[in-house]
């Protein structure tokens, strides 16, 4: 099976008991066409850069699953057809995250993530 990371949004007029329900339904699709979510991320109600169908925010989900393409294309339809949801993107990675994503960590650890993979420069005056 393959890995992917899962990513979307909902509308803001929904209650956060609403969103939970769109995340189980999701991943009840996933698991019925032999697949697994490994893990479940309510990245919360985020103001959009630019307005989508008349919404100004949206509740950002974000989701690990570890299923074939199938279990995964099923999942994306269902989104198409949903109204609730505004985008979604769904992409595939070698190896699922461990712990939580960058999103949800302090920003402490995000900054020391982005810094360690770059050397300083030394400055020559």
């Given at each position: 099976m393959s890995f992917y990371e899962n990513t979307f949004i909902a509308r803001q007029d929904l209650t956060p008991g609403q969103v939970d329900e769109?995340?189980?339904?999701?991943?009840?699709?996933?698991?019925?066409?032999?697949g697994k979510v490994t893990k479940r991320e309510n990245w919360g109600l985020r103001v959009l850069a630019y307005k989508i169908q008349k919404n100004r925010?949206?509740?950002?989900?974000?989701?690990?699953?570890d299923a074939p393409a199938p279990a995964v294309k099923e999942m994306e339809r269902q989104m198409r057809i949903d109204e609730n949801v505004l985008r979604y993107l769904t992409v595939r990675v070698?190896?699922?995250?461990?712990?939580?994503?960058?999103?949800?960590?302090p920003?402490?650890?995000?900054?020391?993530?982005?810094?360690?993979?770059?050397?300083?420069m030394a400055e020559e005056f």
């Open positions: 769109m995340v189980e339904k999701y991943a009840e699709i996933i698991t019925q066409n032999g925010k949206g509740y950002y989900m974000f989701m690990n699953i070698d190896e699922l995250e461990e712990g939580p994503s960058s999103m949800l960590a920003k402490g650890r995000r900054a020391q993530k982005f810094d360690s993979a770059e050397e300083p």
